[in-house]
């Protein structure tokens, strides 16, 4: 199957400071892209959708000056965290969506390893 | 907006026992997929079911999309240890993002 990565795949940082993840597909290219966050014990949830030489679409309560998306290729993606602060620690996973085919099923997506957030 | 809800939120086995856990969504989902996430990993697809009462078997593992395309399970047959993570359904809402379960962690006792 198609891989997609992560850098790097975990990062401490002081509260105050940013931080950049970065999301890659590596043999394929991906026009979209996603970012989730999964909080210990519970789900992934989506923060945004990030299409390629265009703005993300944030989901609700999503602060996109904080979480700054730019996706400027179709194998590269990158979520920024801004002014971090402690309750921005958490687990944040990209997937990468290619499609192989028409309708619903010629979509597959990938999910890349994850990048652990500690915000000390 | 569509809500994906999975029950149950834990289930403790003993090795050898059945397991299944049940997805169901507040609207009709163009397909339902399935995804296991080990402790500390990444989630990892597990398949993809797309027609009405589709059943699809991977080994011990069994799954099933309803006939009304709302609900689906998965079932495990006597469970392994290897089996151990936590188990997420997922669907694509109108917008075509994929939406996940709340999950269901599944824990083996040897």
């Known amino acids: ?120 | 907006g569509q809500q994906v809800m999975q029950i149950p939120q834990y289930q403790h086995v003993q090795e050898g026992e059945d397991f299944t856990t049940y997805c169901n969504s507040s609207t009709t989902l163009s397909n339902i997929q399935w995804y296991k996430q080990r402790p500390g990993g990444h989630p990892v697809f597990l398949i993809q079911l797309v027609k009405s009462g589709e059943v699809k078997k991977q080994k011990r593992l069994t799954f099933q999309f309803g006939e009304a395309k709302k609900n689906s399970s998965l079932h495990i047959t006597a469970t392994q240890t290897t089996d151990v993570g936590t188990y997420f359904c997922a669907g694509h809402n109108q917008g075509g993002k994929l939406i996940f379960g709340q999950g269901t962690e599944l824990s083996v006792k040897p």
């Open chain 1, 1 to 120: 199957g198609a891989v997609v990565s992560q850098h790097p795949s975990w990062v401490i940082c002081k509260s105050g400071t940013s931080v950049k993840i970065e999301c890659r597909s590596l043999d394929f290219q991906a026009t979209t892209m996603f970012w989730y966050r999964q909080f210990p014990k519970q789900s992934l949830m989506l923060m945004a959708t990030s299409n390629e030489g265009s703005k993300a679409t944030y989901e609700q309560g999503v602060e996109k000056d904080k979480f700054l998306i730019n996706h400027a290729s179709l194998t590269l993606s990158t979520l920024t965290v801004t002014s971090a602060h402690p309750e921005d620690s958490s687990f944040y996973i990209c997937s990468a969506r290619r499609r192989v085919g028409p309708g619903v099923r010629g979509v597959e997506q990938y999910f890349g390893p994850g990048t652990r957030l500690t915000v000390t």
